[in-house]
């Protein structure tokens, strides 16, 4: 077999190897390690992995390109699986509020927060925020990110906007290197004039919105923000089976801010993922592990939030929820790109160890978007998505963090990004 990509000489190779499914309990500390590693790459797909030489079988040509990894970290490509991706405009005129302690909350109420990136979406053209969006993604393959799940939600009830931002995902999609899955979040807030009726709006997301959505093939998913002030157990159990019956696998914001059981409900309705999770109870995080949902945590946001809580990942793992974890890139909560950073604050937040750390940025993470059996870990047959790291080994990126440590990004058997082009050395 001829044989396009080698990567050699490679000091630290995490494959992540096992099986194709989200990996729980001690299982995200096996990120199966092989020293002196080398990877073949064939058509965009993962040839060979192992030690030492490549076995004779495997042949090169002119063609063939090489890169000596010596000394270098290779690991799966990033996962981000939670984002807001496609937006309007930005807001750090709140910043001030935030210093003062308002929380996010009382900024909605005061008008601002959401309802301000609403209307800049709104206003912006297509070519906005895809011009917009595409530097975000060109920042996020920087940092070795290869898949990131999009959400649409800054166009409420202006069903046109919602449709413009799936639309820009899709587009993205096609365009850049890097996999954009599209998740549809018209439930992300009560618009202003439904204050008074939200179960009006609600109606109108499953009689109107999903159905449209599911036609034209928009979304992969349907995420619900349920939280007090915000949309109740009731409503999110309705929308989530609503799209669930047009084929829109359910993910669900639960319990972020206060502990109404929205863990529980996500066990209940079968979510693929539950995100945020910082006030789950014990009894919503027993019922996902015995229902296979998955814990994605986003510990920039309570660090940007200054949160006097965090998610409780390590509890999480004991208790046998699989973990992931996400940037939540988006204006008013969490406006960073840089996984690797939010890979740092989960080691130092949350306590996690680096290996659980890359188990949930890689093949959790792709599980939470139901991709683990295409990406996720290094393995014959597998995408050839991964990230060469200036670095001797994995824990080293997260020690020495607030850095970026990718050195070369390969998607889909490409070289996709150079630091040194990137840098115009």
Do not use: W
């Not at 297509?126 to 166009?155: C, H, N, P, R, W």
């Amino acid at each position: 077999m001829k044989v396009d990509l080698i990567i050699k000489n490679i000091k630290s190779l995490y494959t992540l190897q096992g099986p194709n499914r989200p990996r729980i309990k001690d299982e995200m500390k096996e990120v199966g390690l092989i020293e002196n590693g080398i990877v073949a790459i064939k058509d965009g797909k993962i040839a060979y992995v192992g030690q030492g030489e490549l076995p004779k079988e495997f042949e090169t040509s002119e063609d063939t390109k090489i890169i000596d990894a010596t000394g270098k970290t290779v690991i799966p490509g990033l996962v981000d699986s939670h984002t807001h991706l496609v937006h309007g405009g930005s807001r750090e005129h709140e910043l001030a509020m935030k210093l003062k302690g308002a929380k996010y909350l009382e900024i909605l109420e005061a008008g601002g927060g959401i309802h301000s990136t609403v209307k800049a979406t709104k206003n912006a053209s297509f070519l906005e925020l895809y011009e917009q969006a595409k530097k975000s993604l060109d920042i996020m393959l920087s940092f070795g990110v290869t898949t990131v799940e999009a959400k649409s939600g800054y166009g409420l009830d202006d069903f046109d906007t919602e449709i413009k931002q799936m639309e820009v995902a899709k587009k993205l999609n096609e365009d850049h290197p890097v996999d954009v899955v599209s998740t549809f979040m018209g439930a992300h807030a009560i618009p202003e004039r439904y204050k008074d009726d939200p179960d009006k709006f609600v109606n109108a997301i499953i009689d109107e919105m999903i159905p449209e959505i599911a036609k034209r093939s928009l979304a992969k998913f349907c995420d619900v923000f349920c939280e007090k002030g915000v949309f109740d157990l009731e409503q999110t159990k309705k929308i989530l089976k609503a799209g669930l019956n047009y084929g829109l696998l359910p993910k669900v914001h639960a319990d972020e801010i206060e502990p109404i059981g929205g863990a529980e409900l996500a066990a209940e309705v079968g979510c693929i993922s539950a995100d945020h999770l910082v006030a789950a109870s014990d009894k919503g995080i027993d019922m996902m592990a015995e229902k296979g949902v998955i814990a994605n945590l986003l510990p920039g946001t309570s660090f940007y939030l200054q949160a006097a809580k965090h998610a409780r990942a390590k509890e999480m793992i004991k208790r046998g929820v699989a973990v992931s974890l996400s940037t939540d890139y988006n204006p008013g909560s969490c406006p960073t790109e840089n996984m690797q950073l939010v890979m740092s604050f989960a080691s130092l937040i949350y306590k996690m160890t680096p290996e659980e750390v890359l188990t949930a940025s890689t093949i959790n993470g792709a599980a939470s978007l139901k991709l683990e059996d295409q990406i996720g870990s290094i393995e014959v047959g597998k995408m050839a998505d991964l990230v060469i790291l200036d670095a001797p080994n994995f824990e080293y990126t997260i020690y020495h963090f607030g850095i970026n440590h990718t050195l070369y990004v390969i998607k889909s058997g490409q070289l996709v990004y150079d630091k040194y082009k990137y840098m115009g050395f």
